[in-house]
T-cell receptor, first 114, second 114 residues
Framework: DAKTTQPPSMDCAEGRAANLPCNHS???????VYWYRQIHSQGPQYIIH???NNETNEMASLIITEDRKSSTLILPHATLRDTAVYYC???????????????FGKGTKLTVNP | DTAVSQTPKYLVTQMGNDKSIKCEQNLGHDTMYWYKQDSKKFLKIMFSYNNKELIINETVPNRFSPKSPDKAHLNLHINSLELGDSAVYFCASTWTSGGNYEQYFGPGTRLTVT
């Protein structure tokens, strides 16, 4: 079962920031928070990940609370192409040569409106 | 320059038939996966191979048999297809010997069993 809780849907106006929350109250000290998104009918796409520090890349920013029990994915200037299902996933990094599985929850359906 | 490719994109077949889906990645990754996304959009891992060795097998019926001829390919063969096998199947790959462990997904294969 997924170890995260996300709102089922959110709306955002084009050009505005989209803030997607995620609760992971049972996260362990060695578990990372990963975000993926799935645009309609496409394969999931990696967005960003973090352990305890805030992270930023060309796609988004990830804000993790100090107690690590929740996080927020921020799309700073949402476009229509950002309409997708966003998945928040917590997982442990496997040892070298090992494997791991992503456990997807239901995600948040983000709709960016013109 | 497709990173993870799958063939075919669509597959329509009748119950009882045997079919295969092929996956190839040109990223030099050492681990490949098969995921299944059902009609309710839940995305679940089925198998994982690391360096051609089966690592993860998630209670999948033995009608499903993955085969990894080399690190760049992971094929999925399904025997005696059933209606419940109708879904979108995604292949993914990652590099577990360093890096972010982000998984790259293929475009999916939509299997319809009639």
């Amino acid at each position: 079962d997924a170890k995260t809780t996300q709102p089922p849907s959110m709306d955002c106006a084009e050009g505005r920031a989209a803030n997607l929350p995620c609760n992971h109250s049972t996260i362990s000290g060695n578990e990372y928070v990963y975000w993926y998104r799935q645009i309609h009918s496409q394969g999931p796409q990696y967005i960003i990940h973090g352990l305890k520090n805030n992270e930023t890349n060309e796609m988004a920013s990830l804000i993790i609370t100090e107690d690590r029990k929740s996080s927020t994915l921020i799309l700073p200037h949402a476009t229509l192409r950002d309409t997708a299902v966003y998945y928040c996933i917590v997982r442990v990094r496997p040892p070298q040569g090992g494997s791991e599985k992503l456990v997807f929850g239901k995600g948040t359906k983000l709709t960016v409106n013109p | 320059d497709t990173a993870v490719s799958q063939t075919p994109k669509y597959l329509v077949t009748q119950m009882g038939n045997d079919k295969s889906i092929k996956c190839e990645q040109n990223l030099g990754h050492d681990t490949m996966y098969w995921y299944k996304q059902d009609s309710k959009k839940f995305l679940k891992i089925m198998f994982s191979y690391n360096n051609k060795e089966l690592i993860i097998n998630e209670t999948v019926p033995n009608r499903f048999s993955p085969k990894s001829p080399d690190k760049a390919h992971l094929n999925l063969h399904i025997n005696s297809l059933e209606l419940g096998d109708s879904a979108v199947y995604f292949c993914a790959s990652t590099w577990t010997s360093g890096g972010n462990y982000e998984q790259y997904f293929g475009p999916g294969t939509r299997l319809t069993v009639t």
